[in-house]
């Protein structure tokens, strides 16, 4: 059985601009492209845990949220993600499913059969690392991934 890498969104996948609000501002990191090629070629499985409360803030639209994520899928051709989880939700809602708290993780474990020895996380911010510990699996800072 082959391994689950989920990722986080803004910082990690493409450059965090404080709120991507269009297509046009996704740039993906250098080397991201190619390192994700390697390991879906190796049988893993990946997948996106994005919080992106800039919905309920009303920056942007649940719809351009839709178009910027098809855009970036476009960009990582031929990657393929299994799946993707936005918490579109404002913190003061307190919806269990906004990074730290390790819900679409637990989803994903469940749904696709992950037990948490061979899932990783990587991400861009200590609350990634929250995120991972509180669900006790593996977490790499985004530069460390790309080294290995
Ligand atoms: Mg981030
Ligand atoms: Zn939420």
Redesign the pocket.
């Known amino acids: 059985m082959g391994e689950a890498y989920i990722f986080?969104?803004?910082?990690?996948l493409i450059e965090?601009r404080h709120y991507i609000s269009s297509p046009c501002m996704v740039r993906p990191i250098p080397g991201m492209r190619e390192k994700l090629i390697r390991l879906q070629r190796d049988g893993a499985k990946l997948f996106i845990v994005s919080n992106q409360s800039g919905i309920r803030r009303g920056y942007f639209s649940r719809e351009r949220l839709m178009e910027i994520d098809r855009h970036m899928k476009r960009l990582f051709h031929p990657v393929r993600f299994e799946a993707t989880f936005y918490c579109t939700h404002h913190p003061s809602e307190r919806c269990p499913c906004r990074k730290p708290s390790p819900y679409f993780l637990w989803k994903i474990s469940r749904i696709y059969g992950f037990s948490p020895d061979r899932m990783t996380m990587v991400?861009?911010?200590h609350r990634?690392r929250m995120t991972a510990e509180a669900f006790g699996i593996r977490f790499l800072f985004v530069d460390e991934f790309l080294s290995l």
């Not at 986080?8 to 990690?12: C, K, P, V, W």
């Open positions: 986080d969104r803004d910082g990690t965090d991400g861009d911010t990634d």
